[in-house]
């Protein structure tokens, strides 16, 4: 059936492109493909891309686990890949079959902003700053799925100190991972293990073992 799911190809197609739309007052997720149908659960716990826009079986609720996607169902069961590759909705329990990489196919650049303003350098301080007038313009180079290297201005790379502060004149890209928490909202899991967030003193720190809200960019 042309409304099945499959994830047995590792190349990017046209079908690959999903849209992300994120209902905030219901904390659910809705992805629309690029036949025009939304994911929606069905029968027998499969999976198809054949859903409209307000029908309950499209919603979903997201995790995250080091950038990779988890999507629970309607009915509580999470999304995996079965033997034949087929979507379905079986597991009760989350395994690596039921984590999905996400790149963002329309953004090849982010400019952050937090609570206390964008991040970006300064002529002012050797760190990287989080409370900017205007920001800095970090491009992203795909790494594997959900994982980027962060790329300055001047061709530079991100780097991060024992402290858990930042340069943007690193020679070697180092790993982050970009987990999406809502239409324009997202959080960044550091090289070091730590979420990436805001400090009231200005400086932008990856310290955070729990997601607060000065781990909240708008992008």
């Known amino acids: 059936m042309k409304d099945e799911l499959y994830a047995s190809s590792e190349h990017l197609t046209p079908m690959s492109l999903f849209q992300f739309e994120y209902d905030s007052k219901s904390s659910t997720l809705q992805l ?7 994911l929606a659960q069905r029968r027998h716990r499969a ?3 054949d859903g409209h826009q307000l029908e309950s079986d499209t919603f979903f609720r997201m995790h995250w686990n080091c950038g990779r996607i988890i999507l629970q169902s309607p009915n509580g069961h999470f999304l995996g ?6 979507l ?3 597991a009760t329990i989350p395994g690596p079959n039921e984590e999905f990489g996400i790149r963002l196919a329309n953004r090849p650049f982010l400019a952050l902003r937090g609570p206390y303003g964008y991040v970006g350098t300064s002529t002012e301080h050797d760190l990287m700053q989080c ?3 205007h920001p800095n313009c970090i491009h992203l180079l795909p790494c594997h799925q959900g994982i980027y290297h962060f790329q300055a201005q001047g ?10 502060t930042f340069h943007p004149w690193g020679k070697f890209a180092l790993n982050f991972c970009i987990e999406l928490r809502g239409s324009n909202l997202l959080t960044v899991l550091a090289p070091n ?8 003193s200005g400086t932008l720190l990856a310290d955070s073992e729990d997601i607060t809200k000065e781990c909240i960019w708008e992008f």
């Open 32 to 38: 629309l493909s690029s036949n025009g149908g939304y």
């Open 131 to 133: 409370n900017m007038d």
């Open 155 to 164: 061709g530079s790379f991100w780097s991060i100190t024992s402290l858990g």
């Open 193 to 200: 293990g730590f979420y990436m967030r805001s400090d009231q």
């Open 88 to 90: 379905m909705a079986n």
């Open 47 to 49: 999976v198809m891309a």
């Open 81 to 86: 890949v079965v033997a034949n590759g087929r």
